[in-house]
Nanobody, 127 residues
Framework: QLQLVESGGGLVQPGGSLRLSCTAS????????IGWFRQAPGKEREGVSC????????NYADSVKGRFTISRANAKNMVYLQMNSLKPEDTAIYYC????????????????????WGQGTQVTVSS
């Protein structure tokens, strides 16, 4: 079964940092753009960031620009989301997923373009 697996979530104080990791079960990630999404209680799942297959192109939601950094290590079959200056409004379950379109344009943060979602990792920002 093809699936992504997230890790690295936890409880952090406002202003703190966390690094989330995403890896694959059953396939390698190096041919795919990967996206990170999050879903807070009672809200829709929203796109956070995505990165193309080689790591040369990235896209960020306005709410996280300048605070979050997406990267990948294809040799390790990993994609990362470094989150700095965390705010209480960043509290959510964070998911990674595979970007399905194969066009060589910048990946988009539209949920319908993604598949093979992981189970998510909880991030809680609270004092």
């Amino acid at each position: 079964q093809l699936q992504l697996v997230e890790s690295g979530g936890g409880l952090v104080q406002p202003g703190g940092s966390l690094r989330l990791s995403c890896t694959a079960s059953g396939f390698t990630l190096d041919s795919y753009a990967i996206g990170w999404f999050r879903q807070a209680p009672g809200k829709e799942r929203e796109g956070v960031s995505c990165i193309n297959s080689r790591g040369g192109s990235t896209n960020y939601a306005d709410s996280v620009k300048g605070r979050f950094t997406i990267s990948r290590a294809n040799a390790k079959n990993m994609v990362y989301l470094q989150m700095n200056s965390l705010k209480p409004e960043d509290t959510a379950i964070y998911y990674c997923a595979v970007y399905i379109p194969t066009v060589q344009a910048m990946c988009r943060l539209t949920k319908g373009f993604y598949a093979y979602w992981g189970q998510g990792t909880q991030v809680t920002v609270s004092s």
